[in-house]
């Protein structure tokens, strides 16, 4: 009797689970949920040509800006370097400060060029700086070309990556 009651105990239990198994095909959760719609017109993190060296043109539109830099009659010429400042601004718009980092992305990088992103005094602007709020980080750029740079028109780009 007691083997036959284990068995029947077993079958049941076997047939609980397959039933609720096969019960649940679908379940539907009710849960609040709360929608904030922001003006995002102006770019968290932006970038600008505002008050630009005069000899640097800055446009923007269709999601990228462009950049010109002066080249002089002929050019850039090899084995010398160039420092144009300010020629782009990052102004921080979030709520937050944001640590910045600039960086050449051109691939394959030109051969025999170096570009160096430099602050008021030159020096290097060095990954992660911090903008905080509602500051901009006036952007120089420094060019340096070696013997080695190969003539001829290099478009470059620019990523800002803001934490």
Same mark, same amino acid.
């Given at each position: ?27 539907? +959760? ?18 600008? !040509?505002? *008050? ?43 709520? +937050? ?14 051969? !025999? ?8 005094? *030159? ?7 911090? +903008?905080?709020? !509602? ?16 003539? *001829? ?11």
């Amino acid at each position: 009797m007691k083997r036959k009651s284990v068995g029947i105990a077993v079958v049941l239990a076997a047939l609980a689970v397959l039933v609720n198994v096969f019960a649940l095909k679908s379940a539907t +959760v009710n849960n609040d949920l709360s929608l904030k719609i922001t003006n995002t017109t102006t770019s968290l993190i932006a970038i600008d !040509g505002v *008050g630009a060296d005069s000899d640097v043109t800055f446009s923007s539109g269709a999601g990228y800006a462009s950049i010109t830099l002066p080249t002089g009659a002929n050019g850039l010429q090899p084995n010398s370097s160039y420092t144009f400042y300010p020629v782009f601004n990052v102004k921080n718009n979030s709520g +937050v400060s944001r640590d910045i980092t600039l960086s050449d992305t051109t691939s394959p990088a030109p051969a !025999g060029v170096t570009l160096t992103f430099v602050d008021t005094n *030159g020096n290097a602007i060095a990954p992660g700086t911090t +903008v905080t709020t !509602g500051s901009t980080l006036p952007v120089g750029i420094k060019i340096d070309l070696t013997t080695s740079a190969v003539i *001829g028109t290099t478009p470059l780009t620019i990523a800002v990556d803001a934490q």
